[in-house]
Every structure is written in C-alpha cells, then in structure tokens.
C-alpha cells in the first residue's frame, strides 16, 4: 500500500507545484527574477521537479515506516517539520547568491505544500 502512496503523492504534489507556478503572479516574479539554464529542455526541467516529489516522497514513506507513524495528520506534521530543509538551503541562497527574497518565498511556499501534501498523503498509506 505504501507503494500506492509515494505514486499518489508524487502526482498530487507535482500538480500543487505546476498549480503554483501556473498563477500569474507567481510565474511573472519567477519569469522577472530567474535566469533559465542554458541548454536544459522544459521536458528535462518537468522531469526534475517530479523526481524530486518522488523521492521527497520516498523520503517521508521511509521516516514514516521507520519510527511506526501512520494517519494523515502525522504525516502531514511530519512534512511541515521536514519544511526546515529547504528553509535552510534557501537561506544560504539569499545570503550568499543574492537571490530574490521574493523568489526564495515562492520556493518556499512551493516545498512547504509539497512536504505537507506528500506528508498528509504517504500518512495515510502508512501502516
């Protein structure tokens, strides 16, 4: 069952993120203030971010087997807590690559829902 739950919250948190993106606001700030990387495809950025909920998914899967937590409120717990990672790393990129606070506030939001959404989902398959 756990298996179903990493799949399911890899999908579902992939689309918070494309969601977040998506919002004119967000998107334009992100357009203004980020420099695209040469060379790499939107098929291979797309490819990025979902391996990246799949194994932040696998992540919380293993944490939430490993210490016996199970239910969506523990998982979800669990995924705000684990929200201090990409806290930290995006500190480091603001104080010394002079990232845009307000970049760095959208990457933010976007792990925190992603965490807690993988979180509240691999909780529930979590036995």
Known sequence: MIVIGIALATVVSFLASALLYAV???SSLVARSSTPRPGLSTTAQIGSVAVRSLLASCLVAGLMLAAGWHGAGTGALLGLGLSTLPLILLMGGVVH???ALPVAGVHLLD???????????VGIFAR
């Open 111 to 121: 792990w925190v829902l992603k965490l807690t959404i993988i979180g509240t989902i």
């Open 24 to 26: 004119p606001k967000v």
């Open 97 to 99: 690559e002079n990232t």
